[in-house]
């Protein structure tokens, strides 16, 4: 089967309006005890966060805005949507009108195909991405927009054990052509999953990220010790640090800047990091960046290659071409 090359363009987000520092968080000294830790920011990582009054939908709408206006598309040539959040609306009868408020909002009115992704948690977005890819490589779909919004309801639980929560979205287009700037060739994703983990709270296993990396690195070629940023969801600093170092992984890959920065922006986390590695100029012509997250039971990653420039043809190898978007799901078991 021949597959087509996969781009993913334009990494944009958008936060809460309402920046606040950690110690503005809801019975702060309640909660900490509650978990049994101390009260150490700088260990945790715990500095700002951001808070919305806006909807979910608007958030989506927000960003996935700033994503097409980057890649500069005609609204009409996006035949697909992959819309991900923690929170659809409860009743059935409630989706159509969630959907709809983000096609409107972003005026898709010829996107034939939209799919909800809400099961994967905090790995959603990364998920999405995945089958974004798959579509597209496989010529189902031309332009496919992917984007996350969340929002915490419950001011009392935005401060859990293993991070801070942010509101926000973020977003990207993924698609056969190469639409705008801030491109990236899309080598290969995988994930990885422990059925007897899944569910089990706070239990992250570096297994998972192994095995994700040995997918990575059968489809492509390419051994996760040539990734130049790695790019995680923004967990507290040592739960990320321990668990990528465990998985092979170096300091100088880890990139953690925007953990105290941002907090963590639920599924957002990568593609946020991503829009401002690129934004920094971190992000070098042909280097290579690995998308991660991680919760409880599953692992996923999207391995990309910086495209050098606007026109500029992206250094795919054979190997990359004819093995990517292969053999990409694995279960573990202990």
């Given at each position: 089967?021949?597959?087509?090359?996969?781009?993913l363009?334009?990494?944009?987000?958008?936060?809460?309006?309402?920046?606040?520092?950690?110690?503005?968080?809801?019975?702060?000294?309640a909660r900490?005890?509650?978990?049994?830790?101390?009260?150490?920011?700088?260990?945790?990582?715990?500095g700002?966060?951001?808070?919305?009054?806006?909807?979910?939908?608007?958030?989506?709408?927000?960003?996935?805005?700033?994503?097409?206006?980057?890649?500069g598309?005609?609204?009409?040539?996006?035949?697909?949507?992959?819309?991900?959040?923690?929170?659809?609306?409860?009743s059935?009868?409630?989706?159509?009108?969630?959907?709809?408020?983000?096609?409107?909002?972003?005026?898709?009115?010829k996107?034939?195909f939209?799919?909800?992704?809400?099961?994967?948690?905090?790995?959603?977005?990364?998920?999405?991405l995945?089958?974004a890819?798959?579509?597209?490589?496989?010529?189902?779909?031309?332009?496919?927009?992917?984007?996350?919004?969340?929002?915490?309801a419950?001011?009392?639980?935005?401060?859990?054990?293993?991070?801070?929560?942010?509101?926000?979205?973020?977003?990207?287009?993924?698609?056969?052509?190469?639409?705008?700037?801030d491109?990236?060739?899309?080598?290969?994703?995988?994930?990885?999953?422990?059925?007897?983990?899944?569910?089990?709270?706070?239990?992250?296993?570096?297994?998972?990220?192994?095995?994700?990396?040995?997918?990575?690195?059968?489809?492509t070629?390419?051994p996760?010790?040539?990734?130049?940023?790695?790019?995680?969801?923004?967990?507290?600093?040592?739960?990320?640090?321990?668990?990528?170092?465990?998985?092979?992984?170096?300091?100088?890959?880890?990139?953690?800047?925007?953990?105290e920065?941002?907090?963590?922006?639920?599924?957002?986390?990568?593609?946020?990091?991503?829009?401002?590695?690129?934004?920094?100029?971190?992000?070098?012509?042909?280097?290579?960046?690995?998308?991660?997250?991680?919760?409880?039971?599953?692992?996923?990653?999207?391995?990309?290659?910086?495209?050098?420039?606007?026109?500029?043809?992206p250094?795919?190898?054979?190997?990359?071409?004819?093995?990517?978007?292969?053999?990409?799901?694995?279960?573990?078991?202990?």
């Amino acid at each position: 089967m021949n597959l087509s090359p996969v781009f993913l363009t334009a990494p944009r987000y958008v936060l809460g309006e309402i920046e606040e520092p950690y110690t503005a968080v809801e019975g702060l000294a309640a909660r900490v005890a509650h978990f049994a830790i101390p009260m150490a920011p700088a260990t945790w990582g715990w500095g700002s966060f951001f808070r919305t009054e806006r909807t979910p939908a608007e958030l989506a709408v927000a960003s996935g805005e700033a994503t097409l206006a980057a890649a500069g598309v005609e609204r009409d040539s996006v035949d697909g949507l992959i819309l991900c959040t923690n929170s659809f609306p409860r009743s059935v009868d409630d989706h159509a009108g969630f959907v709809g408020a983000v096609l409107d909002g972003l005026g898709l009115r010829k996107t034939a195909f939209t799919c909800g992704m809400t099961l994967n948690r905090c790995n959603n977005l990364l998920a999405a991405l995945h089958l974004a890819r798959c579509l597209v490589a496989a010529g189902g779909h031309r332009r496919v927009l992917v984007v996350t919004a969340d929002r915490i309801a419950d001011e009392s639980v935005r401060l859990e054990k293993f991070a801070l929560f942010s509101d926000g979205a973020a977003s990207c287009l993924v698609s056969a052509d190469e639409p705008g700037p801030d491109t990236f060739a899309v080598l290969a994703s995988a994930s990885a999953q422990d059925p007897a983990v899944l569910g089990v709270r706070d239990q992250i296993d570096a297994r998972l990220a192994i095995a994700v990396n040995e997918e990575l690195e059968r489809a492509t070629g390419i051994p996760h010790e040539k990734v130049a940023a790695l790019l995680p969801a923004n967990l507290v600093r040592p739960l990320i640090t321990m668990k990528e170092r465990q998985a092979g992984f170096t300091a100088a890959q880890l990139r953690m800047g925007n953990v105290e920065r941002l907090g963590h922006c639920f599924a957002a986390d990568p593609v946020i990091n991503l829009a401002d590695l690129v934004a920094s100029g971190e992000a070098e012509p042909d280097g290579l960046c690995l998308l991660a997250s991680s919760v409880p039971g599953v692992r996923h990653g999207v391995l990309l290659r910086k495209v050098p420039g606007p026109g500029a043809t992206p250094r795919v190898t054979s190997k990359e071409t004819d093995r990517m978007n292969t053999g990409t799901a694995t279960e573990v078991r202990p």
